[in-house]
């Protein structure tokens, strides 16, 4: 699927690592002015210049919801087993084009952090966790597993979270702050996963629903249509929210729904991130 859609085509507007400092040399004509030392210049008494190598290495984090929610799923996979298939999409892409690739696990807390390594092992542990682990706590929160994670990268990432994107008890706002402020040290991106039954609730008779993240039971009767619609209309503005929350964060999005087939959506949105900038 990476070959055939994707084609290693994530895209940073950090363009990898920026430039590493190579050397000094005396100024020639025709050099870039913009380089001179004005410090060994003022030192020297004749112009230098300083001379950068560019560095293209890129440095993928992926951050995966794991929280109580992901366990969810009304067709063939749940919300977790989708967000591996992401991770496992954007990881193989990295690894393709030699750049390194980390992993934070969050729920309302940093469940696992493995930092950004190459090579195929990793990638296949970090596949391993995304779909296996298991977390301490059922609830999300943003908050506090965004700030570590920009805490612990030293250098400028792209970054990808992947999740549902419920806030939990903290809120919208807090997500939003939280996200806004990874996104203004690292190029972040949010894949929001999408099933099905979020949006519609179908006539099966009376059902009871569980909270996956608190445990809360309630009883429905899908009979009515009053309920269904209701059901519909709360979904649609629930959904609009987490997408006026995301824009105010600054991030870039990429809706995933659950019939969609992972990397040509991923492909299509690196293509439309290619031709904005």
Known sequence: MVNDAMM???LSRFKGRGTDFEELREYVPGDDVRSLDWNVTARMGKP???LHREERELTMVIAVDISGSAEFGSGRTTMRERATEVAACLAISALKAGDKVGLLLFSDQEELWLPPRKGRRHV??????ALEFRPRSRRTSFA???RRLARALKRRAMVFVV???LAGPEGDDAMATALGEL????DTACVQLIDEREKTLPNIGIVALEDAETGEIREVDTTSAFIRERFQ???EQRLLSIGTTLTRA???VVRLEAHANIAPTLGRFFEKRRRRR
């Open 250 to 252: 600054g991030v870039d």
């Open 48 to 50: 230098f210049i300083r």
């Open 163 to 165: 999740s549902d994107f």
């Open 8 to 10: 290693g085509a994530y």
């Open 183 to 186: 996104n203004a040290r690292h």
């Open 124 to 129: 296949l542990r970090l596949i391993r966790e």
């Open 144 to 146: 506090k597993p965004m």
């Open 233 to 235: 209309k709360l979904s």
